[in-house]
């Protein structure tokens, strides 16, 4: 983690970058080192003490925390606590993204019948219907047998090409050819 210390109307010494340091570690352990960068701005007016933390969060994400007592460790300390707040909050998105992505009978269960039910369809065996023989006869006489039987389709050899080809009945109610490309 890059980190940028800036001190206002304060000189920041060793002792406070080892606090700093040591505070915002804590907080990239939190997010299993997804900070990629921090910058805390410690400043003095008068009575007051402000420490204020910038965290950059792999994905684009950014946490904003200020800590305002008496003292530099309180306001380190209340900053940290409302960062960690913000972090918990982009972690809990983090691993709710990654159970959301995962398959299996969890999801499944979780998605509700609707993907059950479909799941169910797509592993349902092939039922064989009744078997017949592709006669050979053109286009016009399927269309003519199609019209006269109940069948929404017919199966045919094709007299012309001697290739089997299936004529159907539409929505609409017009035929439709199914020929096999060569």
Do not use: C
Not at 35 to 55: K, N
Not at 77 to 83: G, H, I, P, Q, Y
């Amino acid at each position: 983690m890059r980190l940028v210390l800036t001190g206002r109307n304060v000189e920041i010494s060793p002792a406070t970058r080892k606090l700093v340091e040591r505070k915002l570690a804590k907080l990239d352990r939190q997010v299993e080192h997804g900070v990629v960068s921090a910058q805390v701005v410690l400043e003095r007016e008068r009575h007051r003490r402000l420490a204020e933390i910038t965290l950059h969060l792999r994905g684009d994400h950014i946490a904003h925390a200020v800590g305002d007592t008496s003292s530099w460790a309180s306001s380190l300390v209340e900053a940290v606590e409302r960062a960690a707040h913000q972090l918990q909050k982009v972690k809990g998105k983090w691993e709710a993204r990654r159970r959301a992505g995962s398959t299996g009978r969890r999801a499944a269960e979780a998605a509700g019948p609707v993907v059950r039910a479909a799941r169910a369809r797509r592993a349902a065996p092939v039922r064989r219907g009744t078997t017949y023989p592709a006669k050979p006869m053109t286009v016009d006489e399927a269309a003519l047998a199609v019209d006269e039987t109940e069948h929404p389709f017919l199966v045919f050899r094709n007299a012309d090409t001697d290739e089997v080809n299936v004529v159907y009945r539409r929505k609409d109610g017009r035929l439709g050819l199914i020929e096999p490309e060569e």
